[in-house]
């Protein structure tokens, strides 16, 4: 059962603009999510997280919108760069007693120079 | 200093082999977690030690031991593989046991012949 669900396993954008990248999730006990990206043979690198008491957060080109009713979330990257080009993944956690992150399947993003 | 440290970097084994992986971090971070990605698929949860106890083990065969000697060290034991545990092993750790990011290592890429 995947609880957290990025449905486009790719995504291609032209340099300079928007990339949006989305993420879903069934449980309604995540109270925290976070994004992650990821280059070949690397480990994960963290690159924003937002709280459900918030609906937006913003760190410099990166942008977290939680829409918690729908129980979505997307990842606004802009202006988009060459060295964004990874696998983005979405993780979620919640108040379960444990720290447990639970991981989408990945979004692999490509910027078009 | 916001790094874990993983070694080795890539490990040959075989199905008779004893062998550990290593993860330090000196973030002072108290839950620390291993996870088993395989190609083109999410990083999947095995272990988590949450102030040097082992809190979450996600029904890991016990060919996996993993042990945390102290707070900025853990160490993954492995007996006994399978080709099939083939995978990318990566090391986390967050700052304490509710929701925080975690931070990864670049992984462990374990071939088991």
């Known amino acids: 059962d995947q609880q957290v669900k990025q449905n486009s396993p790719s995504l291609s954008v032209q340099e300079g603009r928007i990339s949006i990248l989305n993420c879903d999730y069934t449980n309604s006990m995540f109270d925290y999510f976070l994004w992650y990206k990821k280059y070949p043979a690397e480990g994960p690198t963290f690159l924003i997280s937002?709280?459900?008491?918030?609906d937006k957060n913003e760190d410099g080109r990166f942008t977290v919108f939680l829409n918690k009713s729908a129980k979505h979330l997307s990842l606004h990257i802009v202006p988009s760069q060459p060295g964004d080009s990874a696998v983005y993944f979405c993780a979620a956690s919640g108040n379960f007693g444990n720290e447990k992150l639970t991981f989408g399947t990945g979004t692999r993003l490509t910027i078009i120079p | 200093d916001t790094e874990v440290t993983q070694t080795p970097k890539h490990l040959v084994m075989g199905m008779t082999n004893k062998k550990s992986l290593k993860c330090e971090q000196h973030?002072?971070?108290?839950?620390m977690y291993w996870y088993k990605q395989k190609a083109k698929k999410p990083p999947e949860l095995m272990f988590v030690y949450s102030y040097e106890k082992l809190s979450i083990n996600e029904s890991v065969p016990s060919r996996f031991s993993p042990e945390c000697p102290n707070s900025s060290l853990l160490n993954l034991h492995l007996h006994a593989l399978q080709p099939e545990d083939s995978a990318l092993y990566l090391c986390a750790s967050s700052a304490w046991t509710g929701n925080t990011e975690a931070f990864f290592g670049q992984g462990t890429r374990l071939t088991v012949v």
């Open positions: 937002i709280s459900s008491i918030k």
């Open positions: 973030m002072g971070h108290r839950a």
